[in-house]
């Protein structure tokens, strides 16, 4: 272990041996570092913490610290970083509640300064959060969601996979697979096809999406007649079947 003389580490962390801990750092106890990862000055790791391999931890950040939660008693939990995660300067996540006893914020990600990731939130793969992005608690993003700067998002919201939601956004609803959300109040607008692209999705497969959302937002029908639209004139299979499931299951209404 690579540790600087003036970082302060609890005998009861378990830390790989190539693990860079920067100066004025705290590792607090009950606290698991796997290999390869690096972390920057004055950060804080705080008991429950458990970080994967190669993952970079930068100036000031805080992980694993108590929930915001009046209801939290006290009880077990971790906050979760998955392998080859960034997390940038000042960004704090806090670990879970009863609820779930886990917050986790998955593999590859990109959480930039100044971020919140509060209890019990579930990160997917490859997120990406902006500057300054506030996820209340219960928060859940899918896979390779994209958040502009300066969002906050509400309590046990949902934003479905591929996802991008513009900066200076509030998100008070589901975001459904696949969009683009912007304006306020926040709203579909259409197809995050760029992202798509970069991601392989064919023109065929893309094309089914875009036809899935013009039944649901552009036939003058409600969220529950589109979606019965759908079932009736499209194969539910595939990336439609994930929209129809998102949708079903969206417990505060999607945008």
């Known amino acids: 272990m690579n540790n600087h003389p003036t970082a302060v580490i609890d005998t009861g962390a378990e830390i790989a ?3 860079q801990i920067g100066p004025f750092t705290v590792i607090e106890n009950d606290v698991t570092i796997d290999s390869g990862t690096t ?3 004055h950060a804080l790791i705080a008991s429950g913490a458990r970080l994967g391999k190669n993952v970079r931890i930068h ?5 694993g610290t108590l929930p915001q939660d009046l209801k939290f008693k006290g009880e077990p939990s971790v906050a979760i970083v998955g392998d080859n995660t960034i997390i940038r300067e000042f960004v704090t996540v806090n ?8 917050t986790a914020i ?11 990731v509060a209890h019990d939130c579930i990160l997917e793969d490859k997120v990406i959060m902006a500057n300054s992005v506030n996820l209340a608690g219960h928060v859940v993003l899918e896979e390779q969601v994209i958040i502009g700067g300066l969002v906050p998002i509400h309590q046990f919201v949902r ?3 591929h996802a991008f939601i513009a900066g200076g956004t509030r998100v008070p609803k589901d975001v459904p697979p696949f969009v683009l959300a912007a304006n306020e109040p926040l709203r579909y607008a259409g197809l995050n096809s760029v992202g798509l692209k970069r991601r392989g999705f064919s023109a065929d497969r893309i094309a089914q999406i875009k036809q899935a959302y013009k039944l649901l937002y552009h036939s003058g029908l409600n969220v529950s ?12 299979s595939g990336d439609v079947k994930h929209i129809i499931d998102f949708i079903e299951g969206s ?3 999607i945008i």
Not at 59 to 63: F, H
Not at 95 to 102: H, N, Q
């Open 17 to 19: 041996d190539d693990v």
């Open 39 to 41: 972390i920057g000055p």
């Open 59 to 63: 100036k000031s950040a805080v992980i």
């Open 95 to 102: 670990r879970g509640t009863e609820a779930s006893e886990r």
């Open 106 to 116: 998955g593999q590859e990600c990109l959480i930039m300064a100044y971020a919140h």
């Open 159 to 161: 934003i479905g996979c």
């Open 225 to 236: 007649q589109g979606v019965t639209r759908i079932k009736e004139e499209m194969d539910i």
């Open 251 to 253: 417990e505060r209404g």
